[in-house]
């Protein structure tokens, strides 16, 4: 399992890598052209055919609480992930996984049922799937629950879920529903823990938060989709295909990154290359993407 820790002031923090793919860089941009796009990545040291897509997600400790923000994946199914495949003429990204979310958090010396609080910034799969076990149980079983109310109205809004394309919402339906009456809907801004606060960060789907963490004058912004890869963080007008809104989700981008390089935030994603924690550097129209290890 890989996992990176560091400090926010008086709070201990991992990022843990749940899951790795690799995927092409063709269609992955909306609005520039194909050359430019992948220009940026051989001039930020990529490679110009395939990008190195990380699954992360952050376990957050404090003197009195175990918190998670997302649950990574959850557990390979195979014969589901077929049937995924097979009824919506998709092909679900190939992931290497290095054991459950349960596995990795005892890596960490931290039982299931140590966890109080789960921060959820969005109901993709790649970060619900973890709160259950493979009979579809909740793992962790003495958790409160927190998403943006609007993301949570969205998820038990039948009508709105059904403009959707169902291979979008399908994972979300069947995962959320098992931690239904421990979710605690909350609006953007409210410190719901000491230090802690969702903001609005819209675009990638409904109800799409970022998470500030704030302790003893130190902030890390956790931004959860706003930002898939580094060369997002240069270019943050460009826009990520797989965005419900791409314009929405490129002004929150804008927003955030400059609200965090305004104050001199850490800053961590989801899907940027492991450990996917790190520090912006100005730059003429964005800022470079300087990651911590």
């Known amino acids: 399992m890989a996992a990176y820790s560091f400090a926010v002031g008086d709070l201990r923090c991992a990022v843990v890598e749940d899951g790795r793919a690799v995927l092409p860089v063709e269609g992955m941009v909306r609005n520039v052209p194909p050359e430019t796009w992948k220009e940026a990545l051989v001039r930020g040291g990529y490679s110009a055919s395939e990008i190195a897509f990380s699954y992360n997600y952050l376990h957050v400790r404090s003197a009195q609480h175990h918190i998670l923000v997302d649950t990574g994946l959850g557990p390979d199914n195979p014969a589901q992930n077929e049937a995924f495949e097979s009824r919506y003429k998709m092909r679900l990204p190939r992931v290497q996984r290095d054991g459950s979310v349960a596995d990795q958090l005892q890596a ?116 959860a989709d706003v930002v898939p890869h580094p060369a997002f963080v240069e270019h943050p007008t460009w826009q990520w295909a797989v965005d419900s809104d791409p314009a929405q989700a490129q002004e929150a981008r804008v927003r955030l990154l400059g609200q965090a390089a305004d104050v001199g935030a850490l800053v961590s994603a989801s899907h940027l290359p492991f450990p996917g924690v790190g520090r912006l550097v100005p730059l003429a129209e964005g800022w470079r993407w300087q990651p911590l290890a």
């Open 108 to 223: 960490l010396g931290v039982a299931p049922g140590d966890v109080d609080w789960v921060i959820l910034t969005h109901g993709d799969r790649d970060h619900v799937g973890g709160l259950v076990d493979v009979a579809g149980q909740a793992i962790m079983t003495g958790a409160r629950y927190v998403m943006l109310q609007e993301a949570w109205d969205f998820w038990n809004d039948e009508a709105a879920l059904a403009r959707w394309p169902e291979f979008m919402t399908s994972f979300g339906r069947q995962i959320l529903p098992a931690i239904r009456d421990r979710v605690i809907p909350i609006e953007a801004g409210v410190e719901f823990l000491p230090g802690i606060a969702l903001l609005a960060a819209p675009g990638h789907r409904p109800g799409h938060a970022a998470v500030s963490i704030t302790s003893a004058g130190n902030t890390l912004l956790h931004v």
